[in-house]
C-alpha cells in the first residue's frame, strides 16, 4: 500500500511562485512513475507534470517554462516548483505514484488571485 500525503499549497497572487511537495509512504520503487495533476472546479482532472521510472520529464503546456518538478528516490518525495503562477493555475493538486496500480493524495488547494 502506498500512502501520499501533499503540502505546500495556498493563496497567492498573480505572478507569484509556491512549491508543493509530496511525501511517500509504502512500497515505492524506483521504477515507478510520480507526477502531479490538477482539478480546477467544474473541470476534469488534467496532467501538470510527470516523471517516468526512468527519469522522463513530461509537462503540461499550459505549464511548460514556469513550473519544475523533481523527485528524491531515496526520501520517496516529489516537488513541483510553480513560477509565474496565473489565475488558470487555480485547482486542487493531486501527487499521483504510479507503480502498475495508482495511488493518489488528497490534494492540496492552489489559489490564485489576480
Known amino acids: 500500500q502506498v500512502q501520499l500525503v501533499e503540502s505546500g499549497g495556498g493563496s497567492v497572487q498573480a505572478g507569484g511562485s509556491l512549491k508543493l511537495s509530496c511525501a511517500a509512504s509504502?512500497?515505492?520503487?524506483?521504477?515507478?512513475?510520480m507526477g502531479w495533476y490538477r482539478q480546477a472546479p467544474g473541470t476534469g482532472r488534467e496532467l501538470v507534470s510527470y516523471?517516468?521510472?526512468?527519469?522522463?520529464?513530461r509537462y503540461a503546456d499550459s505549464v511548460k517554462g514556469r513550473f519544475t518538478i523533481s523527485r528524491d528516490n531515496v526520501k520517496n518525495t516529489l516537488a513541483l516548483q510553480m513560477n509565474s503562477l496565473k489565475t488558470e493555475d487555480t485547482a486542487v493538486y493531486h501527487c499521483?505514484?504510479?507503480?502498475?496500480?495508482?495511488?493518489w493524495g488528497q490534494g492540496t488547494q492552489v489559489t490564485v488571485s489576480s
Open positions: 509504502g512500497r515505492i520503487f524506483n521504477g515507478c512513475g
Open positions: 516523471i517516468s521510472g526512468a527519469g522522463t520529464i
Open positions: 499521483v505514484v504510479d507503480c502498475g496500480s495508482q495511488y
